[in-house]
């Protein structure tokens, strides 16, 4: 089972991931870990090049963002598709605002589990940042992953 902060937030997660074939959110448990994001990326940086070795041989040297900047001469890193943390969903479902000088503070969401890492351009990596992908991107992205 997940367990979300907020239940708008799992709501939120409900609506952009699940369609006619997933019926719970739970199916998607192993791409999400509300652990601090520092440890989640001091974990990431010691299995970063096992995890782009492992998504090559898989998936192939591609970019699966496939952004409008894409360009593969950039060369290629692995992204989390569900962002390790977020400030989205402060900003937009809480409406939180920014104290002076500081950024809205993020959640932490996504986890480093194989299911949640994709191979991504450098230019699409850096373009996306933090962000969380639309319904249609993610599940595009989704069925690329499960389908080769």
């Known amino acids: 089972m997940i367990e979300f902060q907020f239940p708008e937030d799992q ?14 959110i739970s199916e998607f448990r192993t791409m999400f870990d509300f652990r601090l994001p520092d440890i989640k990326r001091m974990e990431f940086n010691k299995l970063r ?10 998936h ?17 890193a692995v992204d989390h ?12 479902i809480r409406n939180l605002k920014a ?3 500081k950024k809205v503070k993020t959640q932490s969401f996504g986890s480093n589990h194989f299911d949640n890492l994709i191979i991504a351009c450098n ?18 992205i989704l069925h690329q992953k499960n389908n080769i």
């Open 49 to 58: 090049n096992q995890r782009l070795k492992s998504l090559k041989e898989v």
């Open 99 to 101: 104290e002076k000088g």
């Open 123 to 140: 230019k699409c990596n850096n373009h996306k940042k933090h962000r969380i992908l639309s319904s249609e991107k993610i599940r595009s």
């Open 60 to 76: 192939g040297v591609r970019c699966m963002l496939n952004l409008d900047c894409c360009d593969m001469n950039s060369g290629v």
């Open 11 to 24: 709501k939120y997660f409900e609506d952009l991931l699940l369609n006619s074939k997933a019926f719970s």
């Open 81 to 92: 598709l569900i962002p390790i943390s977020s400030n989205k969903l402060n900003k937009e």
